[in-house]
């Protein structure tokens, strides 16, 4: 009796030696779709920038809260005081969460909710008597700033 033997070179499922099948039929499948479908993909793709875009130009790149949603503050008043100068200005709708940020003379901003700031000659961080002193008035809401008012400056008594 002569028994006859087959090779699978280790490979489960791979048939007798000689036998064709595809290694991987998948591919070429893919393949087809992919350059069937390739203008239809990239439209779409296109399509989800442009969107995305679009949505962020409308809501001004800020959540929604854009700058122009801001209310500026108008003209700022000085008056004289026996010691330095109180700056005044008009609410112009400031709303519960909102602040304003008084930046004089260029330094760091003081953030506050009341309608005046005080410059007092002769204090560690005023300018001298007979000095100018500037301050320029932003409305912050959520963390964003607005437009700046128009500087306003202002002699400090002698």
């Not at 064709?20 to 993909?41: D, E, K, N």
């Not at 500026?72 to 400031?94: K, R």
């Amino acid at each position: 009796m002569r028994l006859s033997a087959s090779t699978s070179l280790g490979r489960s499922g791979s048939g007798p030696v000689g036998a064709s099948t595809p290694a991987r039929p998948a591919v070429a499948g893919r393949r087809a779709f992919l350059g069937r479908h390739r203008v239809a993909i990239a439209a779409a793709a296109a399509g989800a920038v442009v969107a995305s875009v679009t949505v962020g130009v409308l809501l001004g790149g800020s959540g929604g809260t854009a700058a122009r949603d801001i209310p500026v503050v108008g003209e700022i008043q000085a008056s004289a005081t026996a010691d330095g100068v109180l700056f005044s200005w008009g609410d112009p709708g400031l709303g519960p969460d909102d602040a304003y940020q008084v930046v004089r003379d260029g330094g760091l901003p003081s953030t506050q909710r009341d309608t005046t700031f005080r410059v007092t000659a002769g204090a560690s961080d005023a300018a001298g008597a007979g000095e100018r002193a500037c301050i320029r008035v932003t409305v912050t809401r959520d963390g964003i700033a607005g437009d700046a008012s128009t500087e306003k400056c202002a002699e400090l008594p002698r």
